[in-house]
């Protein structure tokens, strides 16, 4: 079965730094991949996906993600982080040619420093 | 652009009483999702629709039904409440089973 490891439960930092995302997945052939952002009280947002071709994905706010097939990974990165991205980050995994659904991570909180 | 609308957005039951949590969406999406949302769990899928008349089991289903109403609605049905189902609820719609999910703002039922 498909999992999603994100292993940093919580990330601050300062604004203007740069931010990096851990997610590894666990899939036997090739993943839909996602990352979702929620901000409090809030439902989920898509940043970005990736299906298939470029491995380096371009989503909103700035933000990209690159699948790395050989390290499992689907990392999400922005050159300079803004107060306003302050929220909780999910990972997601797509099954291909399956009737299944997404599978989430437990999600990254991310703070951000003045 | 409405979207994924839930009703309610707050809910308190009472253990052993029954409410149903209804979600539309206008996007004239196939697919439609129920999913929980649990500290340090992530989302985790109870219900989905894959298409119109259609529905399936997910991760956890036990103590929850569904209903495909239409195309527009899925409803999510809690017969007996538990306080184990005190969560975050989110519907969700996806053109088709492997494009990207569109959310709800989500509903926060407490059982007590």
């Known amino acids: 079965a498909q999992s999603v490891t994100q292993p940093d439960i919580h990330i601050t930092v300062s604004e203007g730094a740069s931010l990096e995302l851990r997610c590894n997945y666990s899939?036997?052939?090739?993943?839909?991949l996602f990352w979702y952002v929620q901000s409090p009280g809030q439902g989920l947002q898509l940043l970005l996906k990736y299906f298939s071709g470029d491995t380096l994905v371009q989503g909103i706010k700035g933000f990209e993600a690159e699948f790395k097939r050989s390290q499992s990974s689907f990392n999400l990165r922005k050159p300079s982080v803004h107060w306003s991205d302050a929220a909780e980050y999910f990972c997601?995994?797509?099954?291909?040619?399956?009737?299944?659904?997404?599978?989430f991570g437990s999600g990254t909180q991310l703070t951000v420093l003045p | 652009n409405a979207g994924v609308t839930q009703t309610p957005k707050f809910q308190v039951l009472k253990t052993g009483q029954s409410m149903t949590l209804q979600c539309a969406q206008d996007?004239?999406?196939?697919?439609m999702y129920w999913y929980r949302q649990d500290p340090g769990m992530g989302l985790r899928l109870i219900y989905y629709s894959a298409s119109e008349g259609t529905t399936d089991k997910g991760e956890v289903p036990n103590g929850y039904n569904v209903s495909r109403l239409n195309k527009r609605e899925f409803s999510l049905r809690l017969e007996s409440a538990a306080p184990s189902q005190t969560s975050v609820y989110f519907c969700a719609s996806s053109r088709d089973r492997w494009t990207e999910a569109f959310f709800g703002q989500g509903t926060r039922l407490t059982v007590v």
């Open positions: 996007m004239n999406h196939n697919s």
């Open positions: 899939y036997g052939a090739t993943p839909y």
């Open positions: 997601a995994v797509g099954e291909t040619g399956s009737a299944r659904q997404l599978t």
